[in-house]
């Protein structure tokens, strides 16, 4: 007869508690590469604006004109500025998620380890089980009955 293992309910918890850690962990990262694209974009949108400008200035262009560029320019700062801090954000949460997953994955393996000990000690159990049985029936087969006469 096999005995359940009694942490059975708590390995399964565990489980699902280190597979949603692990999809957490997924999106945290993938909104972190999200993050750090849009930066990489507007980094890259400002130094084409500051080429432009750069052109519209060698080319002799109103004040006004370089006005609205430099006020552009302004913005695409502050918009850089505040996704980098998006970034450092996205940052400490995957930084979280990880540490969160970690917490998850070493409480299953501890559990997991518990599960293993237990099926070795059943099966050692079954085998111990086994042999007595099979001792039991060549002894029975091979012994020689005495004779009375």
Avoid: C
Wanted: no cysteine.
């Amino acid at each position: 007869m096999a005995h359940n293992f009694a942490l059975q309910p708590l390995l399964e918890l565990m489980q699902e508690r280190t597979d949603e850690a692990s999809r957490r962990l997924g999106q945290l990262i993938a909104a972190e590469q999200n993050s750090r694209q849009q930066l990489s974009m507007l980094e890259e949108y400002r130094n084409e604006y500051v080429e432009r400008l750069r052109q519209a200035t060698q080319a002799g262009t109103t004040r006004q004109i370089i006005a609205n560029y430099q006020e552009f320019l302004r913005r695409i700062e502050e918009a850089i500025e505040q996704q980098t801090k998006q970034v450092r954000q996205s940052e400490n949460n995957t930084l979280r998620g990880q540490q969160h997953w970690r917490t998850q994955n070493t409480r299953l393996k501890a559990i997991d380890t518990l599960a293993i000990r237990h099926e070795e000690k059943l099966r050692k159990h079954e085998d111990k089980k086994a042999q007595k049985l099979l001792d039991e029936f060549t002894t029975r087969k091979f012994s020689t009955p005495k004779d009375d006469s």
